[in-house]
């Protein structure tokens, strides 16, 4: 099946540095790419919706200078976190839909720590 | 209120027991959506529907369009079943259910 593979898987950073995180698509093209956000007990929150060659779409109460989004290619979108600061710990989610067959396919995701 | 609802929020059972969750919602949907997220983080998605039934291998997942409602079960329910199951409801844009933990006790 198709495959998204989202990397690092985790990292640790020191406050206000920035941290890239990518999601590729490996064996199909996704025009769209989204990014979501857990924290600790709580359901998936869509950050932004991601489309190759244009700008993203920010959900309302995401900073869009904060998390920025780059979808370059259509199998490629990174998410950089900006200037980080512990409340920015989280999980971080990216899922791709393949055209052709309708299924949501979820990277892995990043544990990000902000120390 | 949320748009989706589960049910149970954590459920434990014996191994070989039949599993039910459940996902209520409150807005129109062209796709629901089951997901298992594992303690790693990872998830990976089971199944879309948008009408009647799917099976794949031990899993079942139906749907009443009119009643907004769905149900995954789990048959001959196994250790490594163990995980959060997650209803999302949309096609693209998903929103999400807030999980329903699942234990199961060799």
């Known amino acids: 099946g198709a495959v998204v593979s989202q990397h690092p898987s985790w990292v640790i950073c020191k406050s206000g540095t920035s941290v890239k995180i990518e999601c590729r698509s490996l064996?199909?093209?996704?025009?769209?790419m989204f990014w979501y956000r857990q924290f600790p007990k709580q359901s998936l929150m869509l950050m932004a919706t991601?489309?190759?060659?244009?700008?993203?779409?920010?959900e309302q109460g995401v900073e869009k200078d904060k998390f920025l989004i780059n979808h370059a290619s259509l199998t490629l979108s990174t998410l950089t976190v900006t200037s980080a600061h512990p409340e920015d710990s989280s999980f971080y989610i990216c899922?791709?839909?393949?055209?052709?067959?309708?299924?949501?396919?979820f990277g892995q995701g990043t544990r990000l720590t902000v120390v | 209120k949320n748009e989706v609802e589960q049910s149970p929020q954590n459920l434990t059972a014996q191994e070989g027991e039949f599993i039910t969750i459940n996902c209520s919602y409150s807005?129109?949907?062209?796709?629901l959506h089951w997901l298992q997220q594992h303690p790693g983080g990872g998830i990976v998605s089971l199944f879309m529907?948008?009408?009647g039934k799917k099976k794949h291998g031990r899993l079942i997942a139906t749907i009443n369009i009119q009643e907004k409602h769905s149900s995954l079960h789990i048959t001959a329910s196994h250790p490594r079943d163990s995980a959060v199951y997650i209803c999302?409801?949309?096609?693209?844009?998903?929103?999400f259910g807030t999980g329903t933990r699942l234990t199961i006790i060799p």
């Open positions: 899922s791709a839909r393949d055209y052709r067959n309708t299924e949501a396919f």
């Open positions: 529907l948008s009408s």
């Open positions: 991601s489309n190759e060659g244009s700008k993203a779409t920010y």
């Open positions: 999302a409801v949309g096609y693209e844009k998903l929103t």
């Open positions: 064996d199909f093209q996704a025009t769209t």
């Open positions: 807005v129109g949907i062209s796709a």
